[in-house]
Structures are given as C-alpha cells and as structure tokens.
C-alpha cells in the first residue's frame, strides 16, 4: 500500500475474495484506464476465511494453472484485500509536517487505536487539515492490516513468480475509483457527492461511506451471498450451481409471482436483504448522528450480489435514495461488469497517500 503507478505499463490487479478471484488486466493512459483482459478464478471452497489464507499451496495452484492457460504474462500485480482483521480509523493528531507522520504514528499509534506497530502494517491517509482551539490539527485514516496477512499475500504472489507492487484495501480501491470518474452511468456526477457503497460479497458485505476519494466510515457485516445461498439450502436441496441458476432467472426481486418456479427463491432473497439492510441502516445512522452537516446522497452497489435483478430499486425504496450499480465510467475504458471488477480497477489507480 502506498506505493507509487510505476509510468504507465500494463499490471494485473486481483482482488481475492473468499467465492472468487477478480482479475484485470490494464494500464494507465492519457485518457484513464484501458482494461484489455478480465476473468474470474472460482475460488476453491475452505481456502480462505475473512482475507486470511488458509490454504497456501490450493490458492497458489488455481491461479497458476488459469493464468497459464489464458496466457498471462505481465508480472507487475497490484492486489486488494479485505478482512473484519483489517482495522480503520479516524483520529485527529496535532499538526506535524508530513514527512514527519509516519514516526509520529510510530510512537503514538497505540494512543488512538488498540494496535502494535510490531503485529500490523500502518498506512494513513490525509484527510483535512482544521483549527480548533487555535491550534492546528490533521485528521487522519488509519488502516492497519496485520503484518502476517500482509506476509501471506506476498509470499503467495512471489510464489507465482509475480511481482508484487501494492496491497491495497478494498473500500479505498472503490473510493479511488469514484474520484478517478467525474460521472458514472453518463447521469451521475461524483465531485462533491457522499456515496454508500454496499459491496455485497460471498462471506460479507461492505458498507463504505465516501466523499470525494475519502472513506468517511467502513464497516463489515457478516452477511453476505453465502447466507442468502444457505438460507435457500434450508429449504430447498439444491447444488450450489442450481441456486445460482434460479437467482439468475429471477426477473426482479421486488415482483414475485407465485405462479413462477422461482418464487420461493426469490421471497427468501428478499427477507435475507430486509435483513441485511437493517444493519446497514444502523452504519448509516451512524455516520449521520457524527455531524449535523452529514448527508448520504447515492448508494453504489457491488459485488456479485448486486447482479440480482432489481436489487437497485429496492435499496431505493428501502433508504429513499437513489441506488444504482455501475454501468459505465467516463475515464474507464472496460467490457465486463462493473459491478464485479470495480475493486479490481479501482486497485490500479495510484495516488498519493493509501
């Protein structure tokens, strides 16, 4: 995290989840980012839990055998991760220089989150510069990673034969890539906007809230697309591939017809979403009691969740805002699903800070 783009070659970026592995092949240009490769590796069931790895040398051989086989040959990988283990913050500290953060945090970290510099890697980003009291202070992002998770990622990337630049962090991978876009969908403006963004992923869904680049709140719920897929199996004997058929089929989640086949499917969905949008509710009152001022203005979804249809407007019905996936970006050139590559391409962006 933290590194510098290197010029302007072409990188892979993956983002490793716990159901699959995004990966994008790209670069940057003049214009903003091509991406001229893109695929999804299943990734094998047990392998990893909450962005720990638990099975190295499985891991190692499902990206190996499908890089081989599409032909991968770019070594330079940017990778994004996340995990409940993965601790953010906001904290104030009074003004230093900028060269002179990081051994601030060095010495001080413990003071403001519950976390040795020995056990975790600390990256910062700066998000505003205020006086109070008369005295000028910073406030800060603190994202610690653990060191042994961070060793982990590496070991497995040197393993391949890859060259690792970044680790990034997934909600700042979808904070980078809002900022990066001026417009999403040709109808919605980002500068100035506060977005939740709902990452619905296999083990759990991410609730980011963000505002012109900066992560202003981050949480994990611990539901995510394998409760749904559970909650189904409880009634239901289906395979894994069976469930993700008939969610496919479903026309839109907020009609159901008990004439259709899936409409038994579809009633469960719906009350594991009611369920999980409770608890959203709850990050989101809580970013809006921190100052007067706060507002959420769109809601972003992805992740692979989001491709259930009409998911976009019951989350507008639910918060009374708008809700939208992501179809297009202005200064992102790419064919595939937004909604499945964004941390992926978010992940090449580099810009200053985390």
């Given at each position: ?47 990893l839990?909450d ?20 032909k ?11 995990s ?13 220089d ?22 975790y ?17 910073i ?6 990673i ?6 982990d ?70 539901i995510?697309?394998s ?5 189904i ?25 008990e ?39 769109l ?18 019905n ?37």
């Open positions: 995290m933290g590194l510098s783009f290197k010029g302007r070659q072409k990188v892979i970026a993956l983002d490793i989840g716990a159901y699959s592995i995004k990966v994008v092949e790209g670069k940057e240009n003049k214009k903003g980012i091509v991406i001229n490769k893109f695929f999804t590796i299943k990734t094998p069931l047990g392998v839990k962005g720990s790895i638990l099975d190295k040398d499985l891991l190692h051989y499902v990206i190996s055998e499908e890089f081989k086989k599409r991968i040959r770019t070594k330079d990988v940017y990778i994004t991760i996340n409940s283990k993965i601790l953010t913050r906001e904290i104030t500290i009074p003004k230093v900028e060269d002179d953060i990081e051994s601030f945090l060095r010495f001080q970290i413990e003071d403001y989150i519950p976390v040795s510099m020995d056990n890697v600390i990256q910062y980003k700066i998000l505003e510069t205020f006086y109070e009291d008369n005295l000028e202070k406030n800060l992002l603190i994202i610690a653990p060191k042994d998770m961070v060793e990622y590496l070991d497995l990337l040197k393993n391949l034969n890859l060259n690792p630049v970044v680790m990034d962090y997934q909600p700042n991978s979808i904070a980078k890539l809002i900022k990066y876009n001026s417009l999403i969908n040709n109808a919605y403006p980002t500068e100035d906007i506060t977005f939740a963004n709902i990452d619905i992923g296999y083990d759990s869904t991410k609730i980011s809230i963000i505002k012109n680049g900066n992560i202003l709140v981050s949480r994990i719920i611990e995510g697309g409760y749904i897929d559970q909650s199996l409880n009634f239901n004997e289906f395979t894994v591939d069976e469930i993700e058929d008939r969610k496919r089929k479903i026309e839109n989640i907020n009609r159901i017809d004439d259709d086949e899936s409409h038994g499917i579809s009633n469960i969905i719906k009350t594991s979403i009611i369920l999980l949008t409770e608890k959203i509710e709850l990050v989101f009152r809580y970013y809006l009691s921190r100052r007067p001022d706060n507002s959420i203005n809601i972003l979804i992805t992740g692979g969740v989001s491709n259930i249809k009409g998911l976009d407007n019951m989350l507008s639910m918060f009374n805002m708008p809700a939208i996936s992501i179809e297009t970006l202005d200064n992102v050139d790419f064919k595939g699903k937004f909604s499945d590559y964004a941390n992926s391409i978010g992940t090449i962006i580099r810009t200053s800070g985390v």
